[in-house]
């Protein structure tokens, strides 16, 4: 369990974040979005122990973030956005190395090693990292941070600049911790994948939290169901309608805001002799969200 209340950080008189507060339950996966400058990155910083907020708490599981950093770390996987690798180390090496900082047996290492390599689809072939594509290093840091087995994860963009395959990887990847019963935070730029991942998304705009909850909480907080209506019609020349209408390449598309504007777009359609070809229903997604909340 996860609480946050009033967090602050200030860097010098800047406000990176000002009054942050939320909770997150065991199991879930948070997303943290906002513009470039909303304070993400300061927000997963003070929930990795790396720096401390100016006023405010934090606990995870019972643990005084701000007081007890060490015993935070011992449960703890992070992955900054940018992850510098022992580039001239294998990953062999690399990831025992990380293992006998945590003080695992020498046995549990190569369990543990050969578990994440094989589970994050990663051959290394003997090679050193530094030989590795930008895929191949952000798995290396990935499965780094979970050599130790934390219940805690927090990633700073994990797929950024990946190719949209090993992106996918991945997202699906951090998707399946939660269902091995870890707690993810994490940040990301593609909207998409927070709203696919996420149970619980905070969107943060000038370092003040402006929204939280789930997809369809905030699909219910920045505007309702669209109904999109695609027809087609006999003669575009002759064709009139009192409904609104937008038409491109052929195709003709209307919208409504409720199912009794729907019902009345459809009928009206009907009897103007359109032919209803399909209808879709859409929710806000995030970007439009952010788009709304402004910088």
Do not use: W
Request: hydrophobic share 40%; net charge neutral.
């Amino acid at each position: 369990m996860i609480t946050a209340r009033s967090l602050v950080k200030h860097y010098g008189d800047f406000p990176a974040l000002d009054g942050v507060t939320f909770d997150l339950d065991d199991a879930r996966i948070l997303g943290v979005i906002g513009h470039n400058g909303a304070g993400k990155t300061t927000l997963l910083k003070i929930m990795a122990g790396l720096i401390a907020p100016t006023a405010g708490s934090l606990v995870v599981d019972g643990i005084d973030v701000a007081r007890r950093p060490f015993d935070l770390k011992q449960n703890l996987g992070y992955l900054p956005e940018e992850s510098r690798l022992y580039e001239t180390m294998t990953t062999d090496a690399y990831l025992a190395f990380f293992g006998e900082i945590y003080g695992l047996p020498k046995v549990v290492i190569r369990e543990r090693r050969d578990e994440l390599l094989a589970s994050l689809a990663l051959e290394t072939d003997g090679k050193k990292i530094g030989e590795f594509s930008k895929g191949m290093k952000r798995k290396v840091a990935i499965a780094r941070s979970l050599m130790h087995d934390p219940g805690l994860l927090i990633y700073d963009e994990p797929t950024s600049g990946l190719d949209p395959m090993t992106s996918r990887s991945v997202l699906d990847y951090v998707k399946g911790l939660r269902d091995r019963g870890k707690t993810v935070i994490f940040s990301a730029h593609n909207l998409f994948q927070v709203e696919e991942a996420c149970d619980l998304v905070l969107i943060l705009r000038r370092g003040k939290v402006v929204a939280k909850g789930t997809m369809p909480e905030l699909r219910e907080t920045f505007g309702s169901i669209t109904y999109r209506v695609f027809f087609r019609i006999p003669d575009a020349v002759a064709f009139a309608t009192s409904v609104g209408y937008s038409a491109s390449d052929g195709r003709y598309l209307t919208e409504a805001h409720s199912v009794e504007e729907l019902n009345r777009t459809t009928a009206a359609l009907a009897a103007d002799g359109a032919m209803i070809e399909r209808i879709e229903s859409r929710y806000p997604t995030l970007e439009e969200m952010l788009l709304k909340i402004g910088r």
